[in-house]
Structures are given as structure tokens and as C-alpha cells.
């Protein structure tokens, strides 16, 4: 079941040279199960303290008398931020150690979850749920790196196991959220409940953190003198494809998120129904999200796959325009299984980079501007849907933007580094 090393035979990867913060080596072992560990536990966050605001969003408002325009920034923060501060996490990471980064990440998110839930002030709700997703803005960039640092020889497993815990967070904290705050009276349980699991995920990350500053206070001017070149994905045609592809699936994924419900509720079911439906896409993204990262590790071009998952997606959404009510359960599958582009990309990410450091900035570029790209998709198909009073517009649009999105994946398919590009 272990991928191999490289993603093409014809394409030889040299040796994995690790380089965190400050040239500090590591060796691709170090931590082993407690790496592990704590990746798996930050990405189970990564999507939490999205999810439960979106689904209290309505009581969140009453409570704090939120405006429309302030709930729409509320609803526009996590991409916004997910760009701006994925942008500067390479600078953080050449700074400091990644262990003391998730610490202290982790941490932003647990105070962020927390304050968030006890203001009274809708001010103080909107900064403090930035301090939060400033958090997993930085994780969101540095798991890929820790991937290739610790793990290089297991990128498609290790990479499946974190994305199916952040898929699996994801459906937990939307699923659960309402009956949280129902069962305590009070929609700040249903919110605030998930500093707890924020928290945790610190802990693996302390000692991991205590063994890299010893290492640091150790480190020879030899070993940061061999710090590789600056790589520099925004004046390559391969991270421009990788932002695109990236920028593409999340518009698709984050427009699902927000409209799905409501489409189906125009189709006649039940708000509860619509809402399963929709907890249905993600749910049954996990086993993709599982399987995913290994099939591409193992594939000599990755055409199949982005060719395979174009298809999934195109019938899903010509189903919802023409029979949304009759075959949902069918959509739905179609679109779950369409929605494994973001656990390929993912994956891709990875394995077009030879090194730590060129994963990290090819994470960051390919992360922060996909994200700028990503949010005007609940944005424009609301405004689509607003001025049509109806559904063929906008998922001619998500159509649209699935053809840049295969051009791009079609760009990136073919085996190569960041580091060789020019």
C-alpha cells in the first residue's frame, strides 16, 4: 500500500533534503509517530471553526445583531485569510521552527474559538475569528511541508490519512453544531466547543517544539550555510497551473458549501433533508479523500485522474440543472467524488517539489492565491442566482470554472519540480 518515492519511474527524485528554519536539519524520521499525531490532530481543526459558524450562522447573527454586510465579511473572512496569511507563512517557516509554528498556531486557535464564543461584541467577534483562522491559515501551508520532511517515501498515505481527518472534522463540527448549541442552550456551545479540540492539537507539538530549539542552540554555521535557493513558484508556469487548479476546486468547493442547500430546498425538500444532502457531499468525501493521495502517487501522469474527476463533476451539475429533485442522492455522490480534486491537489503539491522548502513555498503560493480565487465563488453564484431567480446560470458558471479548472490540472499532470522550473 506505500507509494513509491517518486510519482513517474522516468522521473528520478534525488534525496529528500529537509530544510525548516534557519537551515536546521531534520531528519525525515524525527518524531515518527508523534509527527504523525499531531498532523493528524491540527488538520482535524482545519476546517471546524469554519464549518460551526456556517452552520450557526442565523443564531450567531440574532445574538450579536449582526448586520448583513457584517455577516457577509464574517462569511468572507477564512478565504480572505487563508490567502493573506498563507502568503507569509514561508517567511515564518524560515524563522522558526515548524513544531514551535503549529504551537503557536494552534494556540491562536484555541484563544480565537474561545473569545469569539463569550463577546458580546460583533467587533470583537470578527477580530477574534481572524485570530483564529489566522491558525489554520499557517497549518493549512505547513502540513504538506512536514509530509515531505518526515514522510517522503509515504506522501500519498500520509497525505490521505490528514486530509480524510480534515474531511472528517469538517462533517463533524457542520453536523453537529446545531445539536451542541440546542443541547446547552446557547449557540456559543456550539461554537466555543471546538477550542477544546484546538487545544489538543497543541500538545503533540510541545516537546516536538523543546527538541528543535536544543537543535537550533546546536546548529553549526555549516549546516546554514547549506541552505538551498530561494524557490520562487509566482515566476513559474508550474505554480501559476498549481494555484489555478487549486484557486478552481476551492471556488467549486466553498460555492457547494454555501448554495447546495438552498438549491435543493428550491427543489422542494424539507430544510432538514436539504441540509443531509449537503452533509452527504462531505461525508462521503472521506473515503476519497483517503484513497486519493496514494492512486496519484502511484499513476506515471495524473490525466486519468483530473480527466476522471472533470467527469464526476460535469454530470453532477448538469443532474442539479435539470432533475435536482428526482436523482439527489446521485448528485450528491457525483459531486463527492468530484470534490477529490482538493485532496489531489493536495497530494500534487508534494509531488512536484524536491525539497522542505520548495513544498512549503509552492504550498503557500499555489494555497494563498487559489484562495483569492476561491472566494468569489459563493459570491458570484449568489449574485447569479439573485438576478436569474434561478439555477441554470449559476451552474453554468461552476461549469465554466471547471474547464479552467481541468486546463490547469491537465498543466500540472505531467512529473516535474518547482525547483528545476524557470
Same mark, same amino acid.
Not at 310 to 337: D, E, H, I, K, Q
Given at each position: 500500500?506505500?507509494?513509491?518515492?517518486?510519482?513517474?519511474?522516468? @522521473?528520478?527524485?534525488?534525496?529528500?533534503?529537509?530544510?525548516?528554519?534557519?537551515?536546521?536539519?531534520?531528519g525525515?524520521?524525527?518524531?515518527?509517530?508523534?509527527?504523525?499525531?499531531?498532523?493528524?490532530?491540527?488538520?482535524?481543526?482545519?476546517?471546524?471553526?469554519?464549518?460551526?459558524?456556517?452552520?450557526?450562522?442565523?443564531?450567531?447573527?440574532?445574538?450579536? &445583531?449582526?448586520?448583513?454586510? /457584517?455577516?457577509?465579511?464574517?462569511?468572507? %473572512?477564512?478565504?480572505?485569510?487563508?490567502?493573506?496569511? &498563507?502568503?507569509?507563512?514561508?517567511?515564518?517557516v524560515?524563522?522558526?521552527?515548524?513544531?514551535?509554528?503549529?504551537?503557536?498556531? /494552534?494556540?491562536?486557535?484555541?484563544?480565537?474559538?474561545?473569545?469569539?464564543?463569550?463577546?458580546?461584541?460583533?467587533?470583537?467577534?470578527?477580530?477574534?475569528?481572524?485570530?483564529?483562522?489566522?491558525?489554520? +491559515?499557517?497549518a493549512?501551508?505547513?502540513?504538506?511541508m512536514? @509530509?515531505?520532511?518526515?514522510?517522503?517515501?509515504?506522501? &500519498?498515505?500520509?497525505?490521505?490519512?490528514? #486530509? /480524510?481527518?480534515?474531511?472528517?472534522?469538517?462533517?463533524?463540527? +457542520?453536523a453537529?453544531?446545531?445539536?451542541?448549541?440546542?443541547?446547552?442552550?446557547?449557540?456559543?456551545?456550539?461554537?466555543?466547543?471546538?477550542? &477544546?479540540?484546538?487545544?489538543?492539537?497543541?500538545?503533540?507539538?510541545?516537546?516536538?517544539?523543546?527538541?528543535?530549539?536544543?537543535?537550533?542552540?546546536?546548529?553549526?554555521?555549516?549546516?546554514?550555510?547549506?541552505?538551498?535557493?530561494?524557490?520562487?513558484?509566482?515566476? #513559474?508556469?508550474?505554480?501559476w497551473a498549481?494555484?489555478?487548479?487549486?484557486?478552481?476546486?476551492? %471556488?467549486?468547493?466553498?460555492?457547494?458549501?454555501?448554495?447546495?442547500?438552498?438549491?435543493?430546498?428550491? +427543489?422542494?425538500?424539507?430544510?432538514?433533508?436539504?441540509?443531509?444532502?449537503?452533509a452527504?457531499?462531505?461525508a462521503?468525501?472521506?473515503? @476519497?479523500?483517503?484513497?486519493?493521495? #496514494?492512486?496519484?502517487?502511484?499513476?506515471?501522469?495524473?490525466?486519468?485522474?483530473?480527466?476522471?474527476?472533470?467527469?464526476?463533476?460535469?454530470?453532477?451539475?448538469?443532474?442539479?440543472? %435539470?432533475?435536482?429533485?428526482?436523482?439527489?442522492?446521485?448528485?450528491?455522490?457525483?459531486?463527492?467524488?468530484?470534490?477529490?480534486?482538493?485532496?489531489?491537489?493536495?497530494?500534487?503539491?508534494?509531488?512536484?517539489?524536491?525539497?522542505?522548502?520548495? #513544498?512549503?513555498?509552492?504550498?503557500?503560493?499555489?494555497?494563498?492565491?487559489?484562495?483569492?480565487?476561491?472566494?468569489?465563488?459563493?459570491?458570484?453564484?449568489?449574485?447569479?442566482?439573485e438576478?436569474t431567480?434561478?439555477?441554470?446560470?449559476?451552474?453554468?458558471? %461552476?461549469?465554466?470554472?471547471?474547464?479552467?479548472?481541468?486546463?490547469?490540472?491537465?498543466?500540472?499532470?505531467?512529473?516535474?519540480?518547482?525547483?528545476d522550473?524557470?
Amino acid at each position: 500500500m506505500t507509494p513509491p518515492p517518486t510519482p513517474a519511474a522516468t @522521473v528520478p527524485a534525488p534525496p529528500v533534503t529537509p530544510t525548516p528554519a534557519g537551515g536546521r536539519t531534520v531528519g525525515p524520521a524525527r518524531g515518527g509517530l508523534l509527527v504523525l499525531a499531531g498532523m493528524l490532530l491540527v488538520a482535524l481543526n482545519l476546517r471546524a471553526a469554519v464549518t460551526s459558524l456556517g452552520a450557526l450562522l442565523d443564531e450567531i447573527r440574532v445574538g450579536l &445583531g449582526l448586520s448583513g454586510a /457584517m455577516a457577509g465579511l464574517v462569511t468572507t %473572512l477564512p478565504t480572505v485569510a487563508f490567502a493573506a496569511l &498563507g502568503a507569509l507563512t514561508p517567511w515564518l517557516v524560515r524563522r522558526w521552527a515548524a513544531p514551535r509554528l503549529l504551537v503557536l498556531a /494552534m494556540l491562536a486557535l484555541t484563544v480565537g474559538q474561545v473569545l469569539r464564543a463569550v463577546t458580546d461584541s460583533a467587533a470583537v467577534f470578527v477580530l477574534t475569528s481572524a485570530l483564529a483562522l489566522a491558525g489554520i +491559515a499557517v497549518a493549512n501551508i505547513m502540513l504538506p511541508m512536514l @509530509v515531505k520532511q518526515h514522510f517522503p517515501h509515504r506522501t &500519498g498515505l500520509v497525505t490521505g490519512a490528514y #486530509t /480524510m481527518a480534515l474531511t472528517v472534522g469538517t462533517t463533524v463540527a +457542520a453536523a453537529s453544531a446545531v445539536p451542541v448549541a440546542h443541547a446547552f442552550g446557547s449557540w456559543r456551545a456550539g461554537l466555543g466547543i471546538w477550542a &477544546g479540540l484546538a487545544a489538543l492539537a497543541v500538545l503533540p507539538w510541545v516537546p516536538l517544539a523543546l527538541r528543535a530549539r536544543a537543535a537550533r542552540r546546536t546548529a553549526t554555521a555549516t549546516t546554514v550555510a547549506a541552505a538551498p535557493r530561494r524557490v520562487q513558484p509566482a515566476r #513559474t508556469r508550474l505554480g501559476w497551473a498549481m494555484a489555478l487548479y487549486f484557486g478552481a476546486q476551492s %471556488l467549486s468547493g466553498y460555492a457547494i458549501m454555501g448554495w447546495l442547500a438552498q438549491l435543493f430546498r428550491d +427543489a422542494g425538500y424539507r430544510p432538514e433533508t436539504a441540509g443531509l444532502l449537503l452533509a452527504g457531499v462531505t461525508a462521503l468525501g472521506v473515503p @476519497v479523500a483517503l484513497m486519493m493521495p #496514494t492512486l496519484a502517487g502511484r499513476l506515471a501522469t495524473l490525466r486519468p485522474l483530473v480527466l476522471t474527476l472533470t467527469a464526476f463533476s460535469t454530470a453532477a451539475y448538469v443532474g442539479l440543472a %435539470l432533475a435536482p429533485r428526482g436523482l439527489a442522492p446521485l448528485w450528491v455522490l457525483l459531486l463527492a467524488l468530484g470534490q477529490g480534486a482538493f485532496p489531489l491537489i493536495l497530494t500534487t503539491i508534494g509531488l512536484r517539489a524536491r525539497t522542505a522548502e520548495g #513544498t512549503v513555498a509552492l504550498s503557500a503560493f499555489a494555497q494563498s492565491t487559489g484562495y483569492v480565487i476561491a472566494a468569489l465563488g459563493p459570491l458570484l453564484v449568489g449574485i447569479l442566482y439573485e438576478a436569474t431567480g434561478g439555477w441554470t446560470a449559476p451552474i453554468g458558471f %461552476l461549469l465554466g470554472a471547471l474547464v479552467v479548472q481541468t486546463a490547469a490540472g491537465m498543466a500540472i499532470a505531467r512529473p516535474r519540480y518547482i525547483e528545476d522550473e524557470r
